[in-house]
């Protein structure tokens, strides 16, 4: 049995977290060591009540057994001081000391030139914030970003479903083990990811529920594992701020796309803006704060098409000229509520383009 399989041992002990178990490692030089030591000498690290469920923990588990069953579960693991273990969730405060896959290992090699950007929201997505998150995320796509996300309902399923339909990677976080697709909702969504060469990873072992605690651990590893996140929609107590204040606490960027004021998923957002927080429309201004500017980005140059009826029906009339709100709203026949936003969406989208006074054109090269 070499040292992994005890590093994998002490990973499925409840007990040892990222900041036990490196005190362990420093004391005893290796796991292997760490695992057999006696219990005088665990206590003096870990305390006298945790080793004694340590102790009986050990005495009960097999190691050999646990790898036979990881095996048949296609997980695969990889542990902190190894090369091939993610060069940026190496980089954070405490990163898991055994991180579990499912799927594909080897986008998580975090090669050079690779771009990783996390995309985070709500569960209780709106119509707007699933068009931003869907056209925020096609584009970062484009750009051949890798996107990383927690499977949770709302944006995160959003983001992930978008990035297979575009034919990217993308990198599912769970707080729970990877062989246990938590929300059950998303089960399509996690086989799809599994079918299309992505990756489900995990600090937690095999068969391991989700906690109420497990949330805010599992955000962490989406923050460590970006360049930076994208926060599209979110109230103001989101889980999502956390993974933001995650990432800013790694120096990673934080990016927020703004919203509707009138909406209180608008909120996590603002907040975000307000400490700091970069705006941001489109993957290009993503990318170009991040200092990335070799990626095509490319919205094809052919005719622009709506995504919508009201879109299509806006387009058709500013391919004759420009026009004023009032007169857009007078020939198409849109509410005065609606139409602003689905104007500000298409210049997200980069269809249209607003010029001075209220009045609006087609997108120009």
């Not at 090369?83 to 290992?105: A, E, M, R, W």
């Not at 060469?197 to 955000?219: C, D, H, Q």
């Not at 020939?331 to 607003?354: C, N, P």
């Amino acid at each position: 049995m070499d040292d992994r399989s005890y590093w994998v041992g002490f990973s499925v002990f409840p007990g040892i977290g990222p900041g036990r178990f490196a005190k362990l490692l420093s004391h005893f030089g290796t796991a292997k060591d760490a695992w057999n030591a006696s219990e005088k000498e665990l206590a003096s690290i870990i305390g006298k009540a945790l080793t004694e469920s340590f102790a009986v923990f050990r005495k009960n588990f097999s190691l050999a057994a646990y790898e036979s069953q990881l095996q048949s579960a296609k997980v695969s693991y990889l542990i902190k001081d190894e090369s091939d273990y993610p060069t940026l969730l190496k980089q954070i405060k405490n990163p898991p000391f055994v991180l579990y896959c499912k799927g594909n290992k080897e986008i998580l090699k975090q090669v050079q030139n690779d771009i990783y950007i996390g995309i985070v929201g709500t569960r209780k997505i709106t119509s707007y914030g699933k068009q931003v998150t869907e056209m925020i995320t096609a584009q970062l796509v484009d750009a051949g970003c890798v996107i990383v996300s927690g499977l949770a309902l709302g944006v995160d399923a959003v983001s992930h479903t978008k990035t297979l339909e575009s034919g990217g990677k993308t990198i599912a976080v769970l707080g729970c083990g990877v062989d246990y697709c938590y929300p059950r909702e998303n089960e399509k969504i996690y086989a799809e990811i599994l079918e299309k060469n992505g990756a489900v990873v995990s600090e937690y072992a095999l068969g391991a529920k989700p906690t109420i605690g497990s949330f805010p651990s599992r955000n962490r590893i989406i923050a460590g594992l970006s360049l930076g996140i994208v926060v599209t929609e979110g109230s103001a107590d989101s889980g999502a701020l956390i993974t933001a204040k995650d990432a800013l606490a790694n120096n990673r960027k934080v990016f927020a796309v703004p919203g509707p004021v009138t909406s209180s998923l608008s909120q996590g957002p603002y907040q975000l803006i307000k400490k700091g927080a970069t705006v941001v429309s489109s993957a290009k201004e993503i990318l170009d704060e991040l200092g990335i500017r070799n990626k095509e980005l490319g919205r094809s140059k052919k005719l622009i098409k709506g995504d919508t009826k009201e879109e299509q029906q806006i387009i058709v009339l500013l391919q004759q000229e420009n026009i004023h709100i009032d007169e857009l709203i007078k020939r198409t026949q849109i509410d005065s509520a609606k139409i602003g936003g689905i104007l500000s969406l298409m210049e997200m989208k980069g269809m249209i383009q607003s010029l001075d006074a209220g009045f609006f054109c087609l997108q120009r090269d």
